[in-house]
């Protein structure tokens, strides 16, 4: 059963403009959130996190949301670069059960076109 | 400087034969992690170890083994049972408590059965 869910699989957005990606999650005891970013044949790089405690952190041009009402957390990315082209994961972990595990989404595909 | 390596980058292998996967870290992370990726399934979790001499089977550990003798190094042994082992192979690593990024990963290891 999948506890980390990104539904669209790939977004085109112009460069410049913005570029939202979404993730849900159904495990109420997740209490921390990362994004990673994945470039073909190389492994994901960390991006930006939350913790449960924060509805928005920002970093550049990268800005990360969580709803914790709705089981929803977003990355918007503005201005939007041709470099921003990857695919992007997110992931979360129940870091209060003392667990070390990470559950991923499958991943979104973002292509930024200039 | 620290970081995650895997290799080979490359590896063929032909069907029936066992084949090992080689992750080393030097960042003193007492985690590690194998994870498998496939076109639109994103990342799915192998097997796991927390600390020298103990692992956990992950969502999809059948057909795969490793060990952790060391610290630093958790090899994956991809056995003849594995009915598909064409994929994308990523070794992590983390601190215990993860720590602010999450995990870290290697290049990734792309293992083609000929």
């Known amino acids: 059963d999948q506890q980390v869910k990104q539904n669209s699989p790939s977004l085109s957005v112009q460069e410049g403009r913005i570029s939202i990606l979404n993730c849900d999650y159904t495990n109420s005891m997740f209490d921390y959130f990362l994004w990673y970013k994945k470039y073909p044949a190389e492994g994901p790089t960390f991006l930006i996190s939350i913790s449960s405690i924060k509805d928005k952190n920002e970093d550049g041009r990268f800005t990360v949301f969580l709803n914790k009402s709705a089981k929803h957390l977003s990355l918007h990315i503005v201005p939007s670069q041709p470099g921003d082209s990857a695919v992007y994961f997110c992931a979360a972990s129940a870091t209060q059960t003392g667990a070390n595990n990470l559950f991923f989404g499958t991943g979104t595909r973002l292509t930024v076109i200039p | 400087d620290g970081g995650i390596t895997q290799s080979p980058k490359y590896l063929f292998r032909k069907e029936g034969q066992n084949v090992t996967l080689s992750c080393e870290q030097n960042l003193n992370h007492d985690a590690m992690y194998w994870y498998r990726q496939d076109p639109g399934q994103g990342l799915r979790l192998i097997y796991y170890?927390?600390?020298?001499?103990?692992?956990q089977k992950g969502d999809i550990a059948e057909g795969y083994s490793v060990s952790r003798e060391k610290k630093e190094s958790f090899p994956l042994t991809v056995t003849s049972a594995q009915k598909n082992p064409t994929a994308f192979y990523l070794c992590?690593?983390?601190?215990?408590?993860?720590?602010?990024?999450?995990?870290?990963f290697g290049s990734g290891t792309r293992l083609t059965v000929v």
């Open positions: 992590a690593s983390s601190p215990q408590g993860m720590g602010n990024y999450g995990y870290t």
């Open positions: 170890s927390q600390i020298v001499n103990d692992f």
